[in-house]
């Protein structure tokens, strides 16, 4: 085999790409990895993911001594926030794991080419960077990510009209933030500059923030984030902008109504698209569903049999842990082995205190589709730990099927809920049931005692609320 011939290609450096690269190199293949930036991890890590969870951390403390330090006996005189500061540590982070993610894959034995990729045909790549390299292998597994959504009566300028690549990096706090749209993105940083002093409202389109989580989580966040500072306007649609003197002001319809909203800055947090642009899918006959998204099969196979794609550009929930178990998956198909990945039990999450997460069916869509359920929920206020912790706002529910018990979904509103969820997602992976968690010791006192007393609630037996 040529120095530029592989087994497997990985066209993108996401958490979908440089994963599937590393397993499949793990697994004996020849791996050549292709990424346009000049670093690896993908806008995960490089601008989106870490980033904005470091600046979640840092502004919670900031937040908590403020609000809560004196109540909890800690004196600090003044806090004051260094916004410079604050952005070398968010900055130092993504380093140190951007570093560590080229070394893992230096270390595994994945050759990295940085350029663009572009399929010249059903086996052949072509690399356009400092020089144009031409690769060939056997399978190609296409991870090029996704690219933020515009809306055109919102042109993004990058100074005034942002998206969250610019709002993970102000050089100051904006007196009056709107963002445009309330699910994760738009929560988690307008999150972050209210707890900064910001004046933020967030416009929904829809009728509730969160709206992929059941109706009673959604509305539970949303009263909890307004006692944190934060307005919403909901099932209100941006309509475009107006300039008065030096201030921005968005313009709004709701219900038939004008609403104007000045504006420091706008945040545009509407979502994300695939980004498929500029691959050479349409020239080898790699076929497009009608978001245009690739198609693929159950074992993530395009159009194209020896052509995998995974991550945010194959249908599915963009979410950085869904792309890495596909690349996992495509990989070890590739090698013969039986690659899959369970759909119904990945974790949704929105990082804001307290966390909003989801896992499985909800109430709503089990409801929708007529699937008879009994649900068990507990309140944080009734948590030991929760109540140790000062966060007691929020709730754990637990979704089980009416017929067997088996558990279809989980949803928390919680501080941290994102790290205890995981113990009933692995109960959903293996089939169990509510007794099954109800039954599960959990360490006293924690808050994941929560999950227990929802599952026991489920069969109206929870022994810590009324």
Excluded at 7 to 16: N, S
Excluded at 423 to 431: C, I, L, N, S
Aim: charged residues 25%.
């Amino acid at each position: 085999m040529s120095e530029n011939q592989f087994d497997v290609i990985v066209v993108g450096a996401g958490p979908g790409g440089y994963v599937s690269a590393i397993r499949a190199a793990q697994l004996g293949l020849k791996t050549a990895l292709v990424e346009k930036r000049k670093t690896l991890g993908g806008t995960c890590l490089n601008i989106g993911c870490i980033p904005s969870k470091a600046l979640l951390h840092s502004t919670e403390i900031f937040h908590f001594l403020q609000e809560k330090g004196a109540e909890h006996g800690i004196k600090t005189g003044s806090v004051k926030i260094d916004v410079p500061a604050l952005m070398k540590k968010k900055d130092a982070v993504v380093s140190n794991l951007v570093k560590g993610v080229g070394t893992l894959v230096s270390k595994k034995g994945v050759t990295v080419f940085n350029g663009s990729g572009r399929l010249n045909d059903t086996h052949t790549v072509e690399v356009d960077g400092d020089k144009k390299t031409t690769l060939t292998a056997k399978n190609i597994i296409l991870a090029t990510g996704s690219a933020v959504i515009e809306i055109p009566s919102l042109k993004i300028d990058g100074k005034t009209i942002v998206t969250s690549d610019h709002a993970i990096a102000f050089d100051s706090v904006p007196k009056k933030l709107v963002v445009v749209g309330g699910g994760a993105i738009g929560l988690e940083l307008g999150a972050v500059w209210a707890r900064l002093g910001s004046d933020v409202t967030i416009i929904e389109f829809l009728p509730r923030i969160a709206p992929t989580f059941d109706t009673d989580i959604s509305r539970t966040a949303e009263r909890i984030f307004k006692k944190q500072g934060l307005k919403f306007e909901t099932g209100t649609k941006v309509t475009g902008l107006k300039k008065q003197k030096s201030k921005t002001i968005v313009v709004a319809d709701k219900d038939g109504t004008e609403k104007q909203f000045e504006a420091d800055k706008v945040l545009v947090a509407v979502g994300r698209r695939p980004y498929t642009e500029g691959l050479g899918l349409e020239e080898v006959g790699v076929e497009l569903d009608e978001r245009n998204r690739i198609k693929t099969d159950e074992y993530l196979r395009t159009s194209i049999k020896n052509i995998y794609a995974v991550g945010d550009i194959i249908a599915g929930p963009m979410l950085a842990h869904k792309a890495e178990e596909e690349g996992v998956a495509a990989a070890e198909i590739i090698a013969g082995k039986p690659g899959h990945v369970n759909y119904d039990v990945i974790p949704n999450v929105i990082y804001t205190d307290p966390e909003i997460v989801s896992a499985g069916m909800g109430e709503d869509e089990a409801k929708e589709k007529k699937i008879k359920i009994t649900i068990g929920k507990f309140p944080l206020s009734a948590n030991g730990r929760a109540l140790a912790m000062d966060a007691t706002e929020g709730m754990v529910k637990v979704i089980a099927s009416a017929e067997n018990d088996r558990v279809l979904g989980v949803q928390i509103i919680g501080r941290n809920a994102s790290e205890f969820v995981a113990g009933a997602v692995a109960h959903m992976e293996y089939g169990g049931s509510a007794e099954d968690i109800a039954r599960t010791v959990h360490a006293h006192p924690t808050v994941s005692e929560s999950v227990k007393e929802a599952a026991l609630a489920v069969d109206k037996r929870a022994l810590h609320s009324l």
